[in-house]
Structure formats: C-alpha cells, structure tokens
C-alpha cells in the first residue's frame, strides 16, 4: 500500500475537506472518504440489497445489454472506481473478455480497492497485465493510454460536489469529462453509466434508511461529533441533484481544527451527491470534452450505458 498516499489523503485533503464543508462553500464531496477506510462494510452492502435500492438491479441489466454489445477492440482498459472484487468479477472481468484488452488499469484513490482489483483481474485473467493509479478520478489522471476504454460505472460520474446553478454543473462535468478524453488517445472510448430517474420518490427510497444514513454519518464522524445533526436524504430537480448529508437538529457552534463554525438549525449540509443526469445532459457535457456519442443501452428507462468514441 502506498502509505504516503493514504496519509495525505486522510489527514490533510480530509481535514480541508471538512473545512470546506463545515463553512457551507463546498458539500456533497465527503463521499470519496468513505472509501478511503474500506472496511467490509455491512452497513453499505445492506443499503445496497435494501428492495427500494433499485439502482443496482438496474444498473446490472443495463450492463449486461452493453457488455454483449460494446463492438469495440481495444488495447487497455481504465476503470475508474472498480470497487472490490464482487464488482471487478461482475463487470470489469466481462468488459476485458469483451475488448480483448490486454491491459487492465484500476484507478482508485482507495490503494485497497485498486490493488483488491487488480489482483482480482489477474487472477481471473492470467494473460492480462497493468498496474493501478491512485488518484483523485473527479482532479487528475496522470499517463495517457493508446487505444483505451476508460470506463466509470455504477453511477460513481454522479457524485461530485453541489452545483447549485446547472450551467456551473454542466461546466463542471464537461471538465472531468476533458480530463478523461487527455488520459487516452483518439484511438480511444469512454463508458459511462449513470441513473436518469427524475422520480422523486423512487430515488429518495433508495437512501432514505438507517444504513445508508449510518454509512453517511461515519464519513465525518471520523473527526466530528455529528450528535447535533440528523440524517437527511434532499432531492433538488432543478439541478438534478440527489444528496444525501446531515442537518443541523439545532443551533449550535462546531469547533474543529482550530476554527469555528456557527450552525442554524436546520441547515443542511449535503455530505455526497448522487446526481440523477439526464441523458442529453451527459451528451453535452461530453461532447464539450471532445467526446463523440456511439451507442446507448437501458433496460429500464432509468440508468443508462453510454459509450462515445474519442474525436
Ligand atoms: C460505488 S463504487 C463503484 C464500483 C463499481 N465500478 C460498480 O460499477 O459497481 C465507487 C468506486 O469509486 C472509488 N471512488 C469514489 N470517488 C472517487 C474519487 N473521487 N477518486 C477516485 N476514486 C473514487 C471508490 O473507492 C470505489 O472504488
């Protein structure tokens, strides 16, 4: 494990973080430090099989349409945020048998997971080298690939910090969409699935139950006593945003790293988003980048596969 990585990572990134959130400028970023401590994780694996959590049964028919129809040959395969290994066998595994890959690159800022996927994918594909990348997915990609597929599935593009303007968000998206298209050459493609439900409801339940608000909670208990704040699931069509976060059950003054933070009660503080894009949304945006659509797949009409051709 890259030691000076995770170091850096939890103390000083999370620390600054948390800043940014505690003073309201920057929220719904504090999902990626779930991560950063994996451990099996019960709370997260029961949200996940909870029955209103439809974006996983979803997502994994959407994907076995595209799989079987991606119609594309390439040399390396990126897969930005693999997860563990039940996720690398269920898709990543499918995605290089489908490419002829021979390359698999994992890219995570958690090393266990990016290493958990590599080993995985070596084990499953004995012929099939690469190492992992360790960064920030939504910052930097160093390296550039030839002949890639650079993937982001299970709905991870959404959850990005708030925008609350949709001109600002889309800005935003074309430019983690340009950083994608810099790490590969025009040999190149990009997969991205996301969830495009507009139904309020539906994508409330999804979260709305104590082990996501648990999962949630622990991402800031680490340094913060959250006592002061409930759980909260908040969705905001206007700017297709689905956070999930803490507010504010009173007034009160945080103290944390040598500053103070005067909270109302009530404010709302979304801890991560799960923004529900919708389609034409994600085509601009990646058409901005220098990206070229070429195939769509849904099973259901709420989470979609998208696969563009570099330009
Ligand atoms: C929800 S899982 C997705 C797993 C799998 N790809 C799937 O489709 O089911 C999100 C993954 O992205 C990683 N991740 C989340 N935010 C990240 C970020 N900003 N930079 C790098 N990795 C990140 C997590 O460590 C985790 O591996």
Known sequence: MNTQVKEKVENS???NALHEWLSGEVTGHLGTYMYTDDADDHRWKDGHSAETYYLGRDDKATFNLAVNDLGIHVKSFLDLGPGGEASVLAKSVPIVKALGAKNYYPVDLSPTLANEALMTMKTSLESVGGHTI?????DTIPGNKERALLAIMGGTIGNFETYTNPKNLQERLSQIFSIYRRTVDENSYFLVSFDANNNGKEIVACYDNPEFG???RTCVQRKLDTSGFDYHVAWTPENYQLATGLKANRDQIIRFDGAEYAIEEGEYLPV??????PVFFITEAAEKAGWSPLKTWSATGRTHYMLFAAI
């Open 214 to 216: 648990g999962l949630v």
């Open 13 to 15: 990134d999370f620390t």
């Open 272 to 277: 991560l988003n799960s923004y529900r894009f």
């Open 134 to 138: 360790i960064t920030d997915f939504f």
